[in-house]
């Protein structure tokens, strides 16, 4: 266990650093989709389709994360947390920088969106490693009653890497006309990737392996095929943990990329307006982690999940009247109030998910369970949403959000509480 001070900042700093990267350039990819993928990519369309074409290529790398996390999870549980955090760092750095050189349509035909989709991928995978080793970093660390604490960490790094991600294109959206920002502004926050990157990197380096792991592999307590015991051993706790988090990306999505693109779309709300709006909420967002972190620490993961998946089950039903109306105050309203249930809901899973399992299949474990929930609660919700818009109305958005939370109540219901339970 770290013995100083400076040990645990640097702990708790590399497990933050790393998550608000990787979600950094997830999230810029998502804004792109909700104002310039679709005519850039999929040009011989209606803008109805482009935008559920653009969708779609949003929800590829939803698909790929579990890979990521079995493939990341797989090296994590047998060699090592931190050589697997740097290689999933660099697969998403690498996959984010070049779809900010890559054609358009209009350049070289199906090519450009035949690549955009592969580069989607390895985002998908880069992603999919890196949430589970971030979050076992955080959690192998840190000392006796402040894992949820600590296990926040990772969980800030969602918010912080949006706050990133919207407050970049919001500055491109005041600097920049609409021409210029269709032609190659929009590139700009996928090439800032490759410098955030290096930070990162940088960081990484420098950690040793987690005294949990280490203890493993002086004992030679590493099984040959992780995925095998999991699936054998611990199938409950890995579809309870998926199920669990499946409201966090729902009230999420639905509050940036959805309801983005339906306030510029739809509403006419201007972009920069909106942004600026999400930056606002995104706040509320970062607010709730650490207290909701504190919270599981001192009353549990378990209640706190289901006080706020409760609220968040609720709040669906303020969608339609609040994100209708059309009024800037009501709409930020709105968003603050979900971004905030996202951080409450997300927060107690950076200790609970690494808990549910022992250490010989965590990495795996954690990882597979965080990124199933992704498929459920966020690959096609964009996407969904738009359908649901479109054929029955901002109700069934709203009724898409309780459902979630529901799914999510109930299997935090079955899971016992995880607060004390030895890591070694």
């Known amino acids: 266990m ?69 493939l990341f999870g797989h090296f994590g549980d047998r060699i090592g947390r931190k ?45 999919g490693g890196e949430w589970g080793g971030a979050a076992l970093l955080a959690a192998e660390y840190a000392p006796k009653g402040r894992r949820g604490w600590f296990g926040m960490f990772p969980q800030l790094g969602p918010s912080v890497g949006f706050l990133f991600a919207v407050g970049g294109f919001l500055l491109l959206a005041e600097l920049l ?34 005294p949990v792991f280490a203890k493993a592999l002086a004992a030679q307590q590493q099984v040959k095929f992780p995925l095998s015991q999991l699936l054998s051993q611990h199938a409950a706790p890995l579809l309870l943990g998926a199920l669990s988090i499946v409201v966090c990306y729902a009230l999420f999505y639905m509050s940036t990329v959805f309801a983005l693109s339906y306030g510029v779309k739809t509403l006419g709300i201007p972009r920069s307006q909106f942004l600026f709006m999400l930056c606002i909420a995104i706040l509320f967002m970062a607010a709730a982690t650490p207290l909701a972190a504190m919270a599981g620490d001192r009353y549990g993961r378990r209640r706190v999940l289901l006080v706020a998946g409760s609220a968040a089950l609720l709040s669906g039903f303020l969608l339609a009247p609040m ?46 369970a965080y990124n199933l929930g992704g498929i459920l609660g966020a690959s096609l919700a964009p996407y969904i949403a738009q359908q649901l818009v479109l054929h029955g109305g901002l109700a069934w958005v709203g009724a898409y959000i309780s459902s979630a939370a529901a799914i999510s109540l109930l299997a935090v219901f079955f899971i016992k509480e995880t607060r004390d339970s030895d890591l070694v």
Do not use: H
């Open 2 to 70: 770290p013995s100083t001070s400076f040990s645990t900042t640097r702990i708790a700093f590399a497990s933050f650093i790393g998550t608000a990267i990787e979600f950094y350039d997830f999230y810029i990819y998502g804004l792109a989709v909700a104002m310039v993928i679709g005519p850039i990519f999929f040009p011989n369309s209606d803008p109805a389709v482009q935008a559920l074409n653009a969708f779609l290529t949003f929800g590829i790398a939803f698909l790929a994360r579990p890979f990521g996390a079995l």
């Open 83 to 127: 050589t697997t955090l740097v290689a999933s760092l660099l697969v998403m750095g690498i996959s984010t920088t070049l779809i900010g050189v890559l054609p358009s349509y209009e350049a070289v035909g199906w090519v450009a969106p035949a690549l955009l989709c592969l580069l989607r991928f390895g985002q998908g995978i880069g992603l």
């Open 177 to 210: 006309d609409d021409a210029q920002f269709r032609a190659w502004g929009w590139r700009i926050p996928f090439l800032a990737s490759a410098a955030l990157v290096v930070v990162g990197l940088y960081v990484r380096l420098k950690l040793a392996e987690t």
């Open 323 to 368: 994100l209708g109306s059309g009024s800037p105050v009501l709409i930020t309203a709105f968003l603050s109030l979900e971004l905030f249930l996202m951080g409450a809901t997300y927060a107690p899973l950076g200790a609970l998910l690494p808990e549910l399992f022992p250490t010989a299949v965590r990495y795996t474990g954690a990882g597979a």
